[in-house]
């Protein structure tokens, strides 16, 4: 009896270990970090000359640079240097990202005596909300709506609140 005893044991030994066996497997590993996102300011945002025949009006700035005017405003002969705002953006080749301008008008007083204020607003960018980085960059130009008093006060004016445009990668 015991040796059918110690036979069975042995039996339930062996199929017990078997049924214990483990199996593994690997794997790897791996990051690959991009090239940040980067802006640079390349342009400044310039209304020109603009005059004003005593009634409110707008300056309209698109983003390629161009101007039209709304109410009281009127452009002098000599109209000055009119500019959209420019930014490079540069990143990871043909990554795209999101573009954000301020959401608030900006600031401008005159540089004399900063008593006298106008407001700029209602930013638009080209490329409009997204870019694509081909080749690693893309220029994104931002135009506005230039808010000018009916009794503006003559002088340089320049802005006293940021012109900021955020991007980000998508």
Do not use: R
């Amino acid at each position: 009896m015991k040796k059918i005893n110690s036979f069975i044991m042995i039996i339930m030994v062996a199929v017990t270990t078997g049924a214990m066996a483990q199996e593994s497997a690997t794997a790897s590993s791996s990051a690959t970090i991009v090239a940040p996102i980067g802006i640079a300011q390349s342009a400044d945002m310039n209304f020109g000359n603009v005059a004003t025949n005593g009634a409110a009006g707008t300056v309209v700035l698109t983003t390629a640079g161009v101007t039209s005017l709304t109410g009281g405003v009127i452009l002098p002969a000599n109209t000055g240097t009119v500019t959209a705002a420019a930014f490079n953006v540069t990143g990871e080749a043909d990554y795209t990202y999101t573009i954000a301008l301020p959401s608030s008008p900006i600031t401008l007083s005159d540089v004399v005596t900063a008593s006298n204020q106008m407001t700029v607003g209602n930013f638009v960018s080209d490329p409009i909300t997204t870019g694509t980085l081909t080749s690693g960059e893309q220029t994104v130009n931002v135009g506005a709506t230039l808010n000018v008093k009916g009794g503006q006060a003559a002088g340089v004016y320049t802005n006293t609140t940021e012109l900021t445009v955020t991007v980000n990668y998508n």
